[in-house]
């Protein structure tokens, strides 16, 4: 695999279509981003700086993340929000094992009802992509983020 | 005399409380800055054990881990001799709160306005230009390195946990708990060796002892948290006990994991979801180990600011930091034991998932105490009402009850004079 210039529209397209769904909040999606023992995983910095490895959420696999899906949308009473996600242009590589390694900056602004928008999380995604079917899925996607205080709680993806 | 109470001539606000008791806490005791500043003085500040940290966060001489007690920045560093310091991140000469790294390691303890060098001892090593330069100025005749020294706070460690205070008169450690919590903690901290997993940190818009309520209350578990109640992890027909210490300010929750719904624990209970699955089995993977004996959660709040969970393979420290009145930061540090395998060590991870600030029985823990919060201010001549099981305090062999919270604000109300 090298990045010809397909394959980099066809990764900025990935990016844009996961931010598209979160931001619309059609979770039951989300986990179709994923290759079936794909890794998600939110982590702060601190934490990911100095290999602890502790997340605020980590999934294995694609069943946990339909739980977590259930978890959002049904059993975790929480106030209401939006998400907006402003993700920035992709550093891609493809390594050793074929898998492309891309880092990309994002930002999420978060909209309570009756609030202004707010920063919400600031990070960074360090993601393993993979073909699954012939489709690019994340196979590992680290949500590195920097503001390791966390206002309050995280219900969504990010 | 105002509804929600009135100041003092020390300026501090008067609740307005019903009655003696502490059944019905006023909106005041968790939004006015005169109470809170109170707290700080006499609880935070005054003969009260504060949580700093666990020792395996600082291994070695000269490893330090920045956190605070109260309001006020400590750092925890330990010294050659391998013991633990705690002192005040103040520097003695022009107050700068030196230290802004979280973690390190250093050879001396250095303020950077001006280069006074402080060893893991807090102790004054030295300053520049003292003596002056070619003669000219310097510090006067009767300045003495020891008397400048940083605040050395009291330290007890306990099976490899830190405790703080600033009150040189604060009781040994062990009698600060009491017989029924020490034995709580040293269930969990037996000595064993820790390992550090890493750290949750959120910031809750709400009273901090909203939070300790919050661990005081055996009653909202089965009730907010579907996963508690569908998969049995905390219901109100678990065996169960809750104990206190002599002063009712620390309590243990302790509780056993039932798969077997019994009574109305579950009738017009609309989070028990009686067909829930997991598509993940792996998220709940509970493999019971030895030191627990029986009991499958044990949920421990030692007053003023620090929960120990062990909920299932779950274990952590949580830390409340007060932040004013309507604010604090909770620090969830997680561990394990030296001699779990890869395999537990996975498992704990796992069930993190559970826990901290999306955890699936802790997300919304957060966010009800924002809502209450919200409910105190708009309300300030209201009390709230902690009355499930009677207006008394004391154990009990079941968790049908708010009587630690009970507990909780009768001795709030001897130590604050409110």
Redesign the interface.
């Known amino acids: 695999m090298s990045l010809t210039p397909d394959l980099r529209h066809a990764v900025a397209d990935l990016y844009a279509a996961y931010a598209a769904c979160l931001d619309d909040g059609r979770y039951e999606e989300w986990p179709a981003f994923f290759t079936a023992d794909g890794w998600y995983r939110v982590v702060a910095r601190e934490n990911f700086d100095r290999d602890l490895p502790l997340s605020v959420i980590s999934l294995k696999g694609r069943p946990m993340m339909v739980d977590r899906v259930v978890g959002i949308t049904s059993t975790i009473f929480h106030a209401p929000y939006y998400q907006r996600h402003i993700v920035g242009l992709p550093v891609l590589a493809v390594a050793d094992d074929a898998t492309i390694h891309a880092s990309v900056n994002y930002a999420v602004f978060r909209t309570k009802r009756d609030m202004a928008a707010e920063i919400y999380n600031v990070g960074q995604y360090i993601d393993k992509i993979d073909f699954e079917d012939g489709k690019l899925k994340f196979k590992k996607k680290f949500c590195v983020y920097d503001n390791d205080l966390i206002p309050n709680s995280m219900i969504y993806p990010i | 005399m105002s509804a929600n109470g009135q100041a003092a001539s020390d300026g501090v606000t008067r609740p307005a409380w019903r009655d003696e008791g502490s059944s019905r806490i006023p909106s005041a005791v968790y939004t006015d800055r005169s109470i809170y500043d109170r707290e700080l003085e006499r609880i935070f500040y005054g003969p009260h054990w504060s949580y700093v940290g666990l020792e395996i966060e600082v291994p070695e001489a000269g490893c330090f881990k920045r956190t605070s007690v109260g309001e006020r920045s400590v750092i925890m560093i330990r010294n050659r001799k391998g013991e633990i310091n705690v002192l005040e991140n103040r520097c003695a000469h022009r107050a700068m709160r030196f230290c802004q790294e ?2 390190g390691q250093v050879k001396t303890l250095v303020c950077p306005y001006h280069q006074w060098n402080y060893n893991h001892d807090g102790k004054l090593l030295g300053v520049p230009f003292r003596n002056g330069v070619k003669g000219n100025g310097g510090m006067p005749d009767d300045f003495r390195l020891e008397d400048n020294g940083l605040n050395r706070l009291q330290v007890a460690v306990r099976n490899g946990v830190v405790f703080a205070c600033f009150d040189s008169a604060v009781e040994p450690l062990e009698d600060y708990l009491g017989e029924d919590i020490l034995a709580s903690f040293d269930r969990t901290f037996d000595g064993r060796e820790l390992v ?10 709400g009273n901090w002892k909203l939070m300790m309520e919050n661990i005081k209350d055996p009653y909202h578990p089965g009730l ?4 508690f109640v569908t998969f049995g992890l905390w219901r109100a027909d678990n065996d169960s006990r809750l104990r206190m210490d002599r002063h009712h300010r620390h309590a243990a929750m302790i509780s056993r994991r039932s798969s077997q719904v019994t009574g109305n624990v579950a009738e017009g209970v609309t ?1 028990f ?1 009686a067909n ?1 699955t ?3 089995p ?2 709940l993977d509970i493999v019971h180990e030895p030191w627990w004996g029986d009991d499958t959660v044990c949920m421990t709040t030692v007053f003023p600011n620090v929960i120990f969970q062990q909920q299932v393979n779950s274990l952590s420290t949580r830390q409340i930091i007060p932040a004013g009145p309507g604010s604090f ?1 909770f620090v969830w540090t ?1 561990f394990g034991f030296a001699d779990d395998d890869a395999e537990m ?1 996975e498992r704990r ?2 069930q ?2 559970l826990f ?3 955890g ?1 029985v802790s ?2 823990d ?3 105490i ?2 209450s919060q919200d409910g105190l201010v708009q309300d300030k001549a209201f009390a709230t009402m902690c009355e499930l099981d009677g207006r008394g305090v004391g154990p009990t062999e079941h968790m049908v009850t708010e009587t630690l919270i009970r507990g909780m604000y009768r001795y709030w109300r001897e130590v604050m004079e409110l």
Not at chain 2, 196 to 205: E, F, H, K, M, T
Not at chain 2, 224 to 227: E, G, N, S
């Open positions: 979280r973690t550090l997993l890493g750290y949750s940190r959120q910031r809750i818009p907010l948290h579907t996963w989070s979801r829930m997991l598509n993940e792996l998220l930061d997680h060590t991870l796992r993190a998932n901290g600030p999306a699936f997300a919304d957060g966010e009800v924002e809502f």
